[in-house]
């Protein structure tokens, strides 16, 4: 069992950065390729960025490129996820997940996900 905490979100104005943290417990986490999504109020869930298991890839999705980068920690079982340039529309909760293959976290078919962070951006 893998169990994912995130931290990291709050309260920042347009143009601002955060850094989320995403927290893995058990001995899967360097053989998983971990991802974040979010949702915003009324909205569906978007996909937002993956790793895989060894940072060799990184993809994104077309709201965030350019502005967010994902990054992992194994030694330290930790996700990343810099926000720069912030902008009202990324308002959501935010969410980690982990699966074996990185084409299940680009679709939110994760094993794992964690209990989300909010993260607010006011204009």
């Known amino acids: 069992q893998v169990q994912l905490v995130e931290s990291g979100g709050g309260l920042v104005q347009a143009g601002g950065s955060l850094r989320l943290s995403c927290a893995a417990s058990?001995?899967?986490?360097?053989?998983?390729?971990m991802g974040w999504f979010r949702q915003a109020p009324g909205r569906e869930r978007e996909f937002v960025a993956v790793?895989?298991?060894?940072?060799?890839?990184?993809y994104y999705g077309d709201s965030v490129k350019g502005r967010f980068t994902i990054s992992r920690d194994n030694a330290k079982n930790t996700l990343y996820l810099q926000m720069n340039r912030l902008k009202p529309e990324d308002t959501a909760v935010y969410y980690c997940l982990g699966d074996p293959r990185v084409s299940t976290v680009v679709t939110g078919g994760g094993d794992y996900w964690g209990q989300g962070t909010q993260v607010t951006v006011s204009s």
């Open positions: 058990g001995r899967t986490f360097s053989s998983y390729a």
């Open positions: 790793i895989s298991s060894n940072s060799g890839s990184t």
